[in-house]
């Protein structure tokens, strides 16, 4: 799934315009390589074009993975001019997501409760009666109702339900977004939904199957927003490396990257988000070796370090295809970032089963870990497994991130001296091409700016860089 930031606020916006934009808008790019089946193309015309904004915008308090902050932005242009109106995009991943979320809504609703709040995201599509009986909430919309125009009339907002049936979906539209608020890389869905049913997941029943964005419509986002300014697009999907599988002639994820290079000549820089391990292409492993613009990350949906909590929880890799994937990533780009999602304290994971996991995390030395604590979800077949007690999956959740923080900071210290290319967030800070986290030792930069910078030292926040 698109890699999850479970219990995190990724955007708090009441009008907020994205630093990029203005900051970036006019900066030259780069070019390159090959084709996909053409009957996988669409012509411009189908992309959803809004209007241009207008009236208040709306606050928007988005919990959980990219593809929900890029969804939040799609709310954001359908939502524009509506008075008092605060959305919350909820995530189900974990139940600490859920938590947060729902605080977040009666803290909205102490402190405007004159505002009518709309709830959406999966843990509304999932339990939308629930979230509609909180206070000050006055309607509740589905993941497919969500990005749709009609659903944010004034008349509209005053329907409390409307959640369809999300098994039934079986297409995605793409929504054209060229602004992404207080961000300086924008995101771009690809793709939609999970066909898999690892044990411990509920979010297929949030999404829905798995359903891709054709070719054609992903092109003109890209290329929207390299007009708006963006030199880094971040291709964000559920199940993202099963991109292709329901389009005319199967083409796979690589196939999309190439094109979207190759048509869009102007973007500097192109990242994905999670992967499966075992379903990376060839075509991916082409781009990492040879083409500059392709970013040199990789971030694995892992989830575990032993083969037998890998198998319970219905992975469809074992430790050993990991293993491959790291090693062919480091010789292709012995620079390589990569990171991966880890569920800590999964049912019926013992001291011997947790310690194969925190030992091949060690071993990997994987520089940006993603971990939390494993969390049920009703209706799951992990939920009815035998639980280990939630002090212990924090206890092995705090060690496995001793384990990433110790692997990250040998993995800065290997960049040291090194020139980087870093997208600047701040004026300060930034995000070199293999995502490393990167301060300014001295001065400031435009936000927005690609700069060449080389690290110096460090520090408990990365690496600590001057200008050339």
């Known amino acids: 799934m698109s890699r999850p930031d ?3 606020l990724h955007a708090v ?4 315009r994205p630093a990029s934009a203005a900051a970036v808008a ?3 790019q780069g070019g390159a390589p090959d084709p996909v089946d053409g009957a996988t193309q669409v012509a411009a015309a189908a992309i959803h074009v809004p209007p241009a904004p207008s009236g208040p915008a709306p606050e928007i308090l988005t919990f959980g993975c990219r593809l929900n902050t890029w969804e939040s932005e799609v709310m954001r242009n359908h939502a524009q001019g509506l008075e008092n109106v605060i959305i919350v995009n909820t995530c189900a991943v974990t139940g600490e997501a859920e938590r947060q979320a729902r605080q977040a809504i009666r803290k909205a609703h102490r402190n405007n409760p004159g505002a009518r ?6 843990a509304a599509q999932i339990d939308p009666d629930r979230w509609s009986a909180l206070p000050g909430v006055a309607r509740v919309l589905g993941n497919e109702e969500k990005l749709k125009a009609e659903s944010w009339s004034p008349a509209a907002l005053s329907v409390p339900l409307a959640v369809s049936d999300i098994m039934a979906a079986h297409e995605t539209a793409a929504h054209l977004v060229t602004e992404f608020a207080g961000r300086t890389r924008a995101f771009v869905q690809v793709q939609q939904g999970c066909d898999h049913r690892c044990t411990f997941c509920i979010i297929p029943f949030g999404r829905g199957p798995s359903r891709s964005v054709p070719v054609g419509a992903v092109v003109e986002q890209v290329r929207a927003l390299v007009g708006a300014g963006y030199r ?6 559920v199940d993202m490396t099963s991109w292709g599988a329901d389009l005319p002639g ?4 690589g196939q999309l990257c190439r094109r979207v290079l190759r048509l869009v000549p102007e973007l500097e820089r192109l990242r994905l988000s999670s992967v499966d391990p075992v379903e990376i292409d060839e075509g991916i492993w082409q781009l990492l070796e040879a083409e500059p613009r392709f970013m040199p990350y990789l971030h694995l949906s892992l989830q575990a370090g032993a083969d037998l909590i890998l198998k319970r929880m219905k992975r469809r890799h074992l430790v050993a295809d990991v293993v491959r994937v790291v090693e062919r990533a480091r010789a292709l780009r012995p620079d390589i970032g990569i990171g991966a999602d880890v569920i800590a304290g999964f049912p019926t994971e013992d001291e011997g089963l947790f310690e194969e996991t925190r030992q091949f995390l060690a071993d990997m030395a994987l520089p940006y870990l993603h971990v939390f604590p494993y969390s049920e979800r009703p209706g799951t077949p992990a939920a009815r497994m035998r639980a280990v007690p939630v002090p212990e999956r ?4 705090a060690s496995l991130r001793a384990v990433g923080e110790a692997s990250a900071a040998r993995y800065y210290a290997s960049l040291l001296g090194r020139p980087l290319h870093v997208l600047m967030e ?7 091409e293999q995502f490393a986290p990167v301060r300014l030792a001295q001065g400031e930069a435009a936000v927005g700016d690609i700069m060449t910078l080389v690290p110096v030292s460090v520090d408990a926040t990365g690496l600590v860089a001057e200008r050339i």
């Open 13 to 16: 916006g009441a009008g907020a």
């Open 26 to 28: 006019g900066h030259g």
């Open 250 to 253: 199967r083409p796979t994820l």
């Open 232 to 237: 880094e697009v971040v291709l964000t999907g």
């Open 6 to 8: 479970a219990g995190t």
């Open 426 to 432: 701040t004026a300060t800070t930034g995000h070199s």
């Open 394 to 397: 924090r206890a092995r959740a």
């Open 117 to 122: 709040i709309v709830v959406t995201g999966c």
